[in-house]
């Protein structure tokens, strides 16, 4: 299987402040990266796609200006939580779909975020 | 829309006894189908998957999932159970179409291995 990782593991910051989440594609390169948010006891909800070379596609209900996303390289993906609020503390998940179609998808240990 | 359900929050079983984990799904024409375990702040991990063929699928940990079209069902099996197994489990469905990749999951089941 893949090798996915994220940084940092856990972050704890002030409610007004920005977070930026990595993903790396630590064996592979990857063209598209999934995103996901799971609320605490609760299932994982996709939040966008991250493409490498264009923008990100967002699901509905998700404010692309809040949830800033770029594909900077084939190996890595960034997630950039902007003037987060304590709502948005949460256990976000990445992924990076590897293999012939269907493909497996292969996650990342996942970052929680606590806003204070 | 694709829709997974896991009608059991928990499960719990005493170790050595077989287990059994629900999922059924609602995804038009064949789906692709998934199982994910989850150990406490952890990503996910790949356990199987369904794609065609043979309905009864093997995975890792010597875990297996029966695809049942008629019931419309994937329930995640093991012959034995381990306290090791005590996790959260996502059965996960994807779409036969070639545009999107992402996965719809299930809302998770937490099985408890009883020692």
């Known amino acids: 299987g893949a090798v996915v990782s994220q940084h940092p593991s856990r972050v704890i910051c002030k409610s007004g402040t920005s977070v930026k989440i990595e993903c790396r594609s630590l064996?592979?390169?990857?063209?598209?990266m999934f995103w996901y948010r799971q609320f605490p006891k609760q299932s994982l909800m996709l939040m966008a796609t991250s493409n490498e070379g264009s923008k990100a596609t967002y699901e509905q209900g998700v404010e692309k200006d809040k949830f800033l996303i770029n594909h900077a390289s084939l190996t890595l993906s960034t997630l950039t939580v902007t003037s987060a609020h304590p709502e948005d503390s949460s256990f976000y998940i990445c992924s990076v779909p590897l293999g012939q179609a269907p493909d497996t998808q292969y996650f990342g240990p996942g970052t929680r975020l606590t806003v204070l | 829309a694709q829709s997974v359900a896991q009608p059991e929050d928990q499960v719990n079983v005493a170790e050595g006894n077989p287990l059994t984990v629900k999922c059924t799904y609602s995804?038009?024409?064949?789906?692709?189908l998934f199982w994910y375990v989850q150990y406490p702040n952890r990503g996910l991990q790949f356990l199987l998957k369904?794609?065609?063929?043979?309905?009864l699928v093997k995975g890792s940990y010597g875990f297996e999932a029966e695809f049942n079209k008629s019931q419309t069902s994937f329930h995640l099996k093991k012959p034995s159970a381990l306290v090791s197994d005590s996790a959260l489990y996502f059965c996960?469905?994807?779409?036969?179409?070639?545009?999107?990749?992402?996965?719809?999951f299930g809302s998770g089941t937490r099985l408890q291995v009883q020692p």
């Open positions: 369904y794609i065609t063929g043979d309905n």
């Open positions: 995804v038009s024409g064949n789906p692709y």
């Open positions: 064996d592979f390169q990857a063209t598209t």
């Open positions: 996960a469905v994807r779409p036969p179409s070639t545009g999107r990749r992402a996965l719809t």
